[in-house]
């Protein structure tokens, strides 16, 4: 087993490395950093890469040439043993916007010449010394509307650039005390056994107070919104979406790590779903669908306070015969 701090170091310093290179130095940083049977694991239109000469060169070189000068601003970074398969692999997390100015065109969007920053979350296992697998999830959407687009009709919650955590605790480079991250895990597992029901035999509210605060934040993705408080957060996300699904599958992580306050998993993907109903605007189509996202959460005293969520909903549409990139891609620029 990774040691967690050695882990959490050699992620630091991948992301140094890579932040400050340029050009072609990008592909060897990569090379450096990460083991020959690398997986990375991203959003559409990427998905799965084993190379991580191609990860630099068909990711982030593109998106650093388009997003100039770009910064990391982490909002958390923490790791731990995953769950999923007996604490056997270290994981280490991090979350937050990459920011630069949109001065060139990335995945045909267009040229806003402004900040603009591009919501995403990393989980990397570390093995031996070396980044064997991560999973890259990035909120596209989200950058399209700072861009003047509208990829989606309107939203059930609020758009926002999302600020981190209320507290500002999240960034972990110290290891956080074991029985912290225990209560942590405990949380998470009571919310997803909740989940996983859909029929509890009591209202939806009622249900979410079991292990939510009364006044959560669910930092939903583009295209559903934000929102705040347990009744709103029913109203505007959790409950359109149990009316909009159904044959809903169990979830399937592929790794959950919890540390202090925070944890959080992804899947890949974490569940299908059928679309029965309505849902963002669109009708039932009847299809069946996977859901690729990630989850990360701030829990307070026993039950969970903020939620981020990271889902690849272009991926999604795409399987329900919309592609929203390309429609976006067909906005004619001015």
């Not at 087993?1 to 932040?19: C, E, G, I, P, T």
């Not at 570390?126 to 064997?132: P, R, S, T």
Request: proline share 5%.
């Amino acid at each position: 087993m990774q040691n967690l701090s050695d882990a959490k170091n050699l992620v630091r310093a991948l992301y140094d490395d890579l932040d400050a290179a340029r050009g072609d130095d990008q592909v060897a940083v990569m090379q450096s950093y990460c083991a020959q049977s690398y997986l990375w694991r991203g959003f559409h239109p990427f998905d799965e890469m084993t190379d991580p000469a191609k990860v630099a060169s068909e990711f982030w070189m593109p998106l650093k040439g388009a997003l100039r000068h770009m910064q990391r601003r982490q909002d958390a970074f923490f790791g731990g043993q995953n769950e999923i398969d007996g604490f056997q692999t270290t994981w280490v997390v991090s979350m937050g916007h990459l920011m630069g100015l949109m001065d060139d065109s990335w995945l045909g969007l267009p040229i806003s010449g402004k900040i603009a920053m591009l919501r995403y979350c990393e989980f990397h296992r570390v093995e031996d010394g070396k980044i064997a697998e991560t999973a890259m999830y990035f909120d596209i959407p989200h950058l399209m509307m700072q861009l003047g687009l509208n990829p989606f009709p309107p939203q059930t919650g609020a758009h926002l650039v999302q600020p981190g955590p209320m507290t500002h605790d999240a960034l972990l480079y110290e290891n956080a005390p074991q029985e912290e991250g225990e209560k942590t895990r405990s949380a998470i597992n009571a919310m997803i056994s909740d989940l996983g029901q859909w029929k509890s035999g009591m209202t939806l509210e009622d249900e979410l107070r079991r292990t939510w605060h009364e006044d959560m934040l669910w930092w939903g993705p583009a295209g559903i919104g934000s929102t705040y408080t347990i009744e709103r957060y029913a109203q505007q996300h959790s409950g359109p979406f149990r009316r909009a699904f159904s044959d809903r599958s169990k979830t399937k992580h592929i790794c959950r790590v919890t540390e202090g306050h925070f944890g959080g998993f992804f899947g890949w993907p974490n569940f299908t779903a059928t679309l029965s109903g309505d849902f963002m605007g669109f009708p039932s189509t009847g299809k069946q669908g996977e859901f690729r996202v990630i989850d990360i959460y701030r829990r307070a005293g026993d039950k969970l306070a903020e939620n981020w969520i990271f889902i690849d909903l272009l991926h999604f549409w795409k399987q329900m015969g919309v592609d929203i990139l390309s429609r976006m891609q067909e906005v004619p620029r001015t």
